[in-house]
């Protein structure tokens, strides 16, 4: 009896060991899948913070960046301002209302196809000029001023475009910053079609020029007929820059034979953005009342700023290039 009694309790006490045994295991299984994935939890908790404070800081760099580096307008319109301040070239301008007396000489006419508008930027002489226009993406005729100490690579900007201007320039009535190689009244027939032949061999796709400052010279009728006939032996057109409202090319071009061209609106006499978009409007105006209007400008960036917020107005007008006009 006392060895059954002795049986069982040992029966009892192997399996509540057995049972013991394996609820420690389970529990000791239980703690370490809690701990495990406590610490893969905490583990990715902590990649995930340090992720999301790498973005921050990155975000915070480049904002810093930003703020430090000037945005591309901004380096385009130190770049122009740099170039326009050491350029000697200045924008001459009557002070009679040249505007109006041009405009008056035409004819206001019905228009029964898009108006055209022809821009022509003068002064062109650097690569940031050339660059500053290009952006634009529209037509626009670039004016080159003939290379000088000041500007020597002008020709060889112009050499790379398929069409441009020639800035020739002449003398001026009042004007302290005159160019190199500026034609004068007292100039001889010869020389100044040994000059136009020299433009011509530094800007050998040149058919078109315009008058830099050239007030005195373009009033000046014998001067303007040597300057006609030179032109026409070396089959360049002249455009009249209109800086005097005696110029005399509207008569000596009529002897020639030749249609008279010339500016109808500066569009930067005065270089604040608010006037330039007053003026392109004006342009605009022009040509829808004439069928055809010619504006100039030079590559200031208040001027190549307009011109680009201005593209909405200008789709009213046909923009050309200035061979495009008739």
Known sequence: MAKKRRKKTHKKSSKFLTYSVWSLAFVAVLLGVLTGGYYFGYKKAQEDLTKTQNIKQEKKLTSSKKEQTPSVNTRLK???QKNTNSLSASHEYDTQKIDELSSSQ???????????LAIIIDDVSFK???SAIKNLHIPITMSFLPPSPRHP????LAAKESFYMVHLP??????TK?????????????KILARVKEIKKLFPKVTYINNHTGSKFTSNEIAMNRLIFALR???VTFIDSRTTAQTKAPEVMKNYGYKYMARDVFLD????????????????EIAKSHGTAIAIGHPHANTIAALSESKDLLKDVELVYINGLY
Not at 106 to 116: D, N, P, Y
Not at 170 to 175: G, I, R, V
Not at 178 to 190: A, C, G, I, N, Q
Not at 269 to 284: E, L, S
């Open 170 to 175: 002449m003398e001026a009535q009042n004007f």
């Open 153 to 156: 690579n002008s020709a060889k």
């Open 106 to 116: 035409r004819e206001t006419k019905l228009i029964t196809t898009k108006a055209k």
């Open 269 to 284: 006499h005065h270089t604040d953005k608010a006037y330039i978009n007053q003026q392109i409007k004006k342009a605009v």
């Open 78 to 80: 130190e770049v122009l």
């Open 178 to 190: 005159e160019e190199p190689f500026t034609l004068r009244v007292s100039d001889s027939k010869e």
């Open 128 to 130: 940031a000029h050339v």
């Open 233 to 235: 032996n070396q089959g």
